[in-house]
């Protein structure tokens, strides 16, 4: 069955606030939590969308998913093929679009279907049909896409017997279901140890009655490009037949500005050193050391940072998230071969201010990454949170 859904993007206005120097001899208040921003906002911070250009002619499944990787920045794992198949060529021509577009493309031509599994930084693919995955599909901005999965209804009886074993039903729910997806640019990095966070605001059916609704739901990021949205609510029994509108809005903290360390040749590379201003002051970063032990390799960074002069807020949501990017800094690194092909992350280690991140060549044979060639580090040095307003329009009931 077709669903045709329209959705509506609303705009946020910024606020400016003055504040008055104040005396040295008191403290200066908490700087106030920076607003939410909106997907032109983030478009103007970020730089604008992930675009891609791809020309390439009889090239294996894996050659393809490895161009589109170096250029988005998104590591793209193929699971579950078979070697001993002759593996056909393929011939993809793109030009200058978004990634999302880009990768949909190649999904389609290849035969592949993304998957919400994985972690924060790989993008899975599976052998199937992109579009029964996806669901009906909607650009939104080319920053992000959400789709329209699936909507699901149970009928749900609860029950209890009376004084003489007869069977009664005090509640009888119509239980509403409702599943998509939301497509994010890479250039979009949600916070570490965050949550994606979906609110309702309004569920109405065709009859023009409120649908009661969980008023939010929140999903981990379980994908670095892919994120799960899940509504709940409860619906009429036979009275409604679609749903006339269902509005929310999306929310997550993102990496707003970053600052980025490079060694395009880690064999030849000096003493490696950049400095990053954070909100608490100065922070610097040195590339201590790099070892290879077979096809793992482990990356030690030390990060000096200023000494803590007064104690910081627990509200400043800025400053929590700061925090816990160094402890997640594998989420923000990438250790390439000489063709730009990702050798995985596999996990990190803090002592101190040393911060060890450990990579390893897992996959075997002629598409597998080669030795390590060049590092980057995009360190986040401030978080906002992103709203993303939606209306959902005419979606049939089941």
């Not at 069977?167 to 939301?182: C, K, M, S």
């Amino acid at each position: 069955m077709k669903r045709f859904l329209v959705f509506a993007l609303a705009s946020f206005f910024g606020w400016s606030f003055v504040v008055q120097a104040q005396p040295t001899s008191v403290p200066n208040p908490p700087a106030p939590a920076a607003l939410p921003i909106t997907l032109s906002d983030a478009a103007q911070l970020l730089g604008g969308p992930t675009l891609v250009t791809m020309h390439l002619k009889e090239a294996s499944a894996q050659a393809v998913l490895d161009a589109l990787s170096k250029q988005s920045g998104v590591p793209l794992r193929l699971l579950f093929t078979d070697d001993a198949v002759p593996a056909p060529k393929y011939t993809i021509n793109i030009e200058n679009q978004p990634f999302w577009t880009a990768l949909m493309e190649v999904c389609r031509q290849l035969q592949l279907a993304p998957q919400l599994a994985g972690d924060r930084i790989t993008q899975d693919l599976l052998p199937g049909n992109s579009d029964e995955s996806l669901g009906a599909v909607i650009p939104v901005h080319p920053l992000v896409t959400l789709t329209a999965r699936e909507m699901r209804h149970e009928h749900i009886f609860s029950l209890k017997a009376d004084d003489k074993g007869a069977f009664q039903i005090p509640q009888d729910v119509h239980a509403i279901y409702f599943n998509g997806w939301a497509l994010v640019d890479p250039k979009i990095r949600v916070a570490p140890n965050s949550t994606i966070n979906v609110d309702i605001t309004a569920a109405v059916d065709d009859k023009g009655q409120e649908l009661p609704h969980n008023q939010g739901g929140a999903s981990f990021v379980q994908s670095p490009v892919l994120w799960d949205l899940q509504l709940n609510m409860e619906g009429r029994g036979d009275a409604s037949k679609k749903l006339a509108s269902l509005k929310g809005v999306i929310k997550a903290f993102i990496v707003s500005k970053s600052e980025r360390l490079e060694v395009p040749d880690l064999a030849n590379a000096g003493p490696v050193s950049k400095i990053i201003k954070t909100p608490q002051g100065n922070e610097t970063y040195h590339l201590m050391d790099l070892a290879q032990d077979g096809k793992q390799y482990e990356v030690t960074f030390s990060i000096n940072r200023p000494a803590q002069t007064a104690p910081v807020p627990d509200e400043d949501i800025n400053v929590q998230q700061l925090r816990n990017a160094r402890q997640d800094l594998g989420s923000f690194t990438r250790l390439l071969d000489a063709q730009g092909r990702d050798i995985p992350y596999v996990s990190s280690k803090v002592n101190g201010e040393a911060v060890t991140l450990t990579f390893a060549r897992q996959a075997e044979g002629e598409n597998a990454p080669g030795a390590a060639k060049r590092l980057v580090l995009d360190i986040p040095v401030e978080f906002r949170e992103l709203q993303i307003p939606f209306e959902y329009k005419d979606v049939p009931l089941p």
